[in-house]
C-alpha cells in the first residue's frame, strides 16, 4: 500500500520555525514529484512548495519565497519543509502528495487548482500547523 506520512506540525509563535517531514511508505520517492499544500478554512487548498525527487529541481509561490524551503532525503523516502519567519496566515492544515507525471513540472504541480490536485497518485494525511500568541 502506497502511503505518505507527514508529522511534524504544531503550535508556534510568529516568527518562529517548523519542519515537517513527509515520509513514504510502501515505495520509493525517486521517480516523483512531491508537493506541500495548505487547506486554510474559507479558502481553497494550494500548494507552498514542491520538489522533483527525481532531479532536484524546487518551485515555491511568491507568498512563502525566503521563508519556506524544500529538500528531499532520497535514502529516506522523505521530503522536508522548513518553514521559517512564520506568520499567523501560515496556519493551516499542511498535505504532502506525490505523483510521477509531474516530475518534470514541479511549477504545475505546485499550481494546479484544488479540482485538479485531486486525482495526484498519493496524499498524506495532513499535519496541523498553527501560527499563534
Known amino acids: 500500500q502506497l502511503q505518505l506520512v507527514e508529522s511534524g506540525g504544531g503550535l508556534v509563535q510568529p516568527g518562529g520555525s517548523l519542519r515537517l517531514s513527509c515520509a513514504a511508505s510502501g515505495f520509493a520517492l525517486d521517480d516523483y514529484a512531491v508537493g506541500w499544500f495548505r487547506q486554510v478554512p474559507g479558502k481553497e487548498r494550494e500548494g507552498v512548495s514542491c520538489?522533483?525527487?527525481?532531479?532536484?529541481?524546487?518551485y515555491n509561490p511568491d507568498s512563502v519565497k525566503g521563508r519556506f524551503t524544500i529538500s528531499r532525503d532520497n535514502a529516506k523516502s522523505t521530503v522536508y519543509l522548513q518553514m521559517d519567519s512564520l506568520k499567523p496566515e501560515d496556519t493551516g492544515l499542511y498535505y504532502c502528495?506525490?505523483?510521477?507525471?509531474?516530475?518534470?513540472?514541479?511549477?504545475?504541480?505546485?499550481?494546479?487548482?484544488?479540482?485538479?490536485?485531486?486525482?495526484?497518485?498519493?496524499w498524506g494525511q495532513g499535519t496541523p500547523v498553527t501560527v499563534s500568541t
Open positions: 520538489i522533483s525527487v527525481y532531479d532536484g529541481t524546487k
Open positions: 502528495a506525490a505523483d510521477r507525471a509531474f516530475a518534470l513540472s514541479v511549477r504545475a504541480l505546485c499550481e494546479m487548482t484544488f479540482k485538479e490536485s485531486g486525482f495526484l497518485e498519493v
